[in-house]
């Protein structure tokens, strides 16, 4: 549903982007043990298909327990890829992880306290200082059921609702606006989730039913206004411009609404038709009409005029946050921190060469999943499990000019001499002869290559136009 796993695309444009501050020098580095990894959980279960996606997720739910079973294993089993401590980030995306049960995040949570991959809670309340086995069967017992604040599923972990709690880990949990009822807020604020991400798309009827979001306009508004309420301070909003649906003045509607709503981070992404999605194959058919690439550029115009003079910082091509709320996790992303990726569908880097990511489908991986009882039996399971790929020099240096130049803190010759050397940092500077005078970057006297908004809209072209091949 949201920003994941960018990095693996080369689709980054505003009009194409698919959607998913640590020194990027340091990270790129030749080890990978520098910056701690973070830790990417995949719930892959929707409601309905949204006409326009290509996530891997399924609106089955037959595999549903054995799917959670298998991802608390696979926190189990890979734990010693990581370092020892905690880790910074956590983020659940999706699918839908808003559609998790109270007692399956609680499994999770558990897990994740148990391998000590989140710091317990500091020692406010003794109900607070036990770690308490959730168990499976639980869930039938709790679900549906009305959940309260500090019902106690989330022992032993800090509630991420309080202020302090981004003071341990960012813990980012993708909502649907449909899910986010009373019941479903509270318990979110009673576990350690400290950040929503909600996928609004639009606060319009006319664009929701034309993308089949399972959400109405007024559960969209009505979502980001009770979480408001219960106290999470970090929300994010995902919001979808240049729809065939959305009109200019709509888009300006929805952008209004969002900054009056107060969140503290949006990103907005440009409606990708996907060939294998319903919204592909209906264009392909010419039931649709295409998308309109003067459209998308008027869109992003009004996103970035809007959102900048709100005060928003422009902090990546598709990403604005008020002062202090960038997402955390994804700046990892971008700046090349490991990451590890648990469920199916998941992707994995660690921080040098190795990207690895585990099988899109649901089945095959709770199947293999009930197998594995060792670091062993899953290093076996290469190849049905999951697949990997070893990035080259260039792959690594294509990546850092791609996801630096979508950044605002841009691209600096100095950090490419330091971590490709001189002959790369002289190549990408030649490479930009042309853009620098066609006005697609900004003053680059300093040695940093930032976009200019023109450039912006030409992300793609100006990063490939850096790439070695
Ligand atoms: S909610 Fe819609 S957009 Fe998000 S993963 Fe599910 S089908 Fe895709």
């Not at 649907?176 to 996928?199: F, K, M, Y």
Request: glycine share 10%; aromatic share 10%; net charge negative.
């Amino acid at each position: 549903m949201s920003p994941r796993l960018i990095i693996h695309s080369f689709n980054y444009s505003p009009i194409h982007d698919e959607r998913s501050e640590h020194s990027p020098a340091v990270a790129l580095s030749t080890t990978h043990y520098l910056l701690p990894t973070i830790l990417y959980i995949h719930i892959p279960f929707c409601k309905q298909a949204c006409s326009y996606c290509n996530f891997h997720f399924s609106t089955s739910m037959k595999t549903r327990d054995a799917v959670i079973d298998g991802i608390c294993k696979e926190l189990r089993t890979r734990r010693g890829e990581l370092a020892d401590g905690p880790v910074p980030s956590v983020y659940f995306g999706g699918g839908t992880p808003s559609l998790l049960t109270e007692v399956e995040l609680g499994r999770i949570f558990a897990t994740l306290q148990e391998y000590n991959y989140l710091l317990p809670a500091t020692p406010a309340s003794p109900q607070k200082t036990a770690y308490k086995t959730i168990r499976p069967q639980d869930h039938k017992n709790n679900q549906g059921g009305a959940a309260g604040a500090g019902n106690g599923l989330f022992p032993g972990l800090q509630a991420g609702s309080r202020p302090e709690g981004r003071g341990t880990a960012e813990i980012t949990l993708e909502a649907n606006p449909d899910d986010l009822d009373e019941a479903t807020i509270a318990n979110l604020a009673a576990s350690p989730v400290n950040r929503l991400s909600i996928g609004i798309q639009s606060f319009f009827e006319e664009d929701l039913r034309f993308m089949n979001r399972a959400h109405s306009a007024g559960e969209a508004r009505a979502a980001v206004e009770k979480v408001n309420r219960a106290g999470f301070h970090d929300v994010s909003i995902d919001l979808i411009y240049g729809g065939q649906t959305t009109t200019n003045e709509m888009w300006a509607e929805n952008l209004r609404i969002a900054t009056d709503l107060g969140v503290n981070h949006i990103s907005a992404y440009a409606l990708t038709v996907e060939p294998k999605t319903a919204l592909g194959v209906n264009v392909a058919k010419g039931k649709i009409a295409d998308t309109d690439d003067a459209k998308f550029q008027r869109h992003f115009d009004m996103l970035v005029n809007h959102l900048t003079a709100a005060g928003y910082r422009h902090y990546e091509i598709s990403n604005f946050c008020l002062p202090g709320h960038e997402s955390r996790h994804n700046s990892g992303y971008w700046s090349g921190q490991p990451y590890l990726g648990i469920g199916p569908g998941a992707h994995g880097f660690d921080g040098n060469r190795t990207r690895r990511w585990n099988v899109s489908n649901n089945a095959a991986y709770a199947r293999a999943w009930a197998e594995i009882t060792s670091p062993a039996d899953f290093a076996a399971a290469d190849g049905f499990l999951y697949d990997a790929e070893i990035l080259t020099d260039n792959d690594r240096y294509n990546e850092y000019i791609m996801t630096g130049l979508r950044r605002d803190i841009g691209v600096s010759v100095e950090d490419l001499t330091r971590l490709f050397g001189a002959e790369k940092a002289r190549h990408f500077v030649e490479s930009q002869l042309g853009n620098v005078a066609a006005g697609l970057l900004q003053d680059v006297s300093d040695g940093t290559y930032r976009l200019s908004r023109a450039g912006l809209m030409r992300a793609d072209g100006v990063a490939g136009d850096g790439f070695v091949v």
